[in-house]
Nanobody, 126 residues
Framework: QFVESGGGWVPPGGSLTLSCTPS????????IVWFRQAPERGREGIAVIVYNEGTTYYDDSVKGRFIISRDSDKHTVYLQMNNLKPEDTGVYSC?????????????????????WGNGTLVTVSS
């Protein structure tokens, strides 16, 4: 229901941009969340955008380094990741739930997500 792309290997301090494109539905009236899952940690919600309003919210672990955005023409959500660290390594997935309002921390907990992607692997190492 989502197709993610853009993952790969990058050295510490490098950058990557991930893409998240829906299949079979539109993003209007949804909040879209990027999740990260590392082998030693559970799934973490790290960034959210409310598609219609464009408001965003970030987990402290990525605040100031990652930027979530949307392109209405391409109907795609992006995650620009800068100054990557080894602890950013993991499978990155996007998911969406119906939502109207301001982006907030509660949306990062992953509850009531309706659509998921399979994820794309990001590896940060030297």
């Amino acid at each position: 229901q989502f197709v993610e792309s853009g993952g790969g290997w990058v050295p510490p301090g490098g950058s990557l941009t991930l893409s998240c494109t829906p299949s079979g539905f539109t993003l209007h009236y949804y909040a879209i969340v990027w999740f990260r899952q590392a082998p030693e940690r559970g799934r973490e919600g790290i960034a959210v955008i409310v598609y219609n309003e464009g408001t965003t919210y970030y987990d402290d672990s990525v605040k100031g380094r990652f930027i979530i955005s949307r392109d209405s023409d391409k109907h795609t959500v992006y995650l620009q990741m800068n100054n990557l660290k080894p602890e950013d390594t993991g499978v990155y997935s996007c998911a969406a739930r119906g939502f109207m309002g301001k982006a907030n921390a509660i949306l990062l907990d992953g509850a009531r997500m309706e659509h998921w992607g399979n994820g794309t692997l990001v590896t940060v190492s030297s």
